[in-house]
């Protein structure tokens, strides 16, 4: 082929208005106020947000107000947990039969000499059934018991590679490391396969067939909450890890999943949740980027059968998503939006965060939190309830961690 400078130029020229058309379309898609997905309109403006009233937290079944810290633990909380596994994540089991931990591999040299990695079968067996939730665990040598961040892992398996040949800003393990922390990664998809057709095919069918049956057995991302517990248990008899600090962290469906293990299980010190959105941090009632119509039709199997009475019928969820949040109090949260997330409602996310305060009040722990959503990249890190709002995409990055590890070293020093 003969290439001339006017070709050149016809070439140079059809490239710089391709440039032009994504960014004129990239600036129309995210200026747009509607959308359509799944043969549903999906808002993307402020004003079109309806009016709503949240659910009281405070406000207890009986009809009376919780006063102080003995209302909301003996009473409230559980109210609260329980509406949530009623109407939304499914019942978490208490009981298995036993639980077994087995190192699988181990290399006391990890990272140039930096770290131990340790690969360990957490077996859980339950009416002869049993099942192996595989953890890669990272502790700091010469540290003593390390404080540790517990990725819910919601991506390939490459993410959390234990030999260290990948890396992979989702799970920075040598900067966690560098900090003097721990880092560990289960996978979700060894818990419960994340797809609506083999979703059973783990802990549900093998161990708790009977949540199945029942229109509040838990789902897929009961399951993997009930991993982490199961993983916390291990974490109990490892001497390297400080077994009072461990934080849990997940991304978007792995974000949800944190904010539900962590609200139940109070043993996770500190909950991470990055770019939650829907039946994550955002509240549901703002009906803005995805709401549970669309979650319930995509991703059904994630939340019991009675959350579906409420694709059409939002306001007659007895809670919203502040409540979860709360419910973690008074220990620190922290939760992470993106610009180019309007799906996930960084606005509603962020409402949900100072709608959980009324909580955090009765423990005395003030927050940082300013009036309405920060502005962009201003990290709200030195607080009881932390947040940002990033500049880029729907992920956790280099950022986000970078973030977790100021917020950690915040409380732990
Ligand atoms: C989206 C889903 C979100 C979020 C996300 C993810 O497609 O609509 O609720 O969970 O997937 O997990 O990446």
Redesign the pocket.
Known sequence: MLINTASIKRINKAFLLTILFCFVAFLRSSAQKTDKFMGEIVNYDEESVPDYTLPDVLKMKNGKFVKNVADWEKKRRAEVLNLFEEHVYGRMPKAFDSIRFEVSKEDQNAMGGRAHLKEIAVIVWNKGNSINIPVVLFTPKGKGPAPLFLLIN?RSKRNTDPTRERKSTFWPAETVIDSGYAIAAFNINDVAPDNKENYRNGVLNLLYPEQLETSDGMRAIGAWAWAASRVMDYFKTDKEVDFKRVAIVG??????TALWAGAQDQRFAMVFSS??????ASLARRQYG?TIS??NK??GYWFNDNYKQYSKNVNSLPVDQHMLIASIAPRPVYTTNATLDR??DPRGSYLALLNARPVYDLYKKRSALVPDLPSVNSPIVNSIIGYHYREGI?DLNAYDWEKFIRFANFHYN
Do not use: D, V
């Open positions: 919601n991304h978007s469906r792995g974000g949800k770019c939650s959105g829907s039946t994550g995805e669309l979650i995509q991703f799906w996930a729907h």
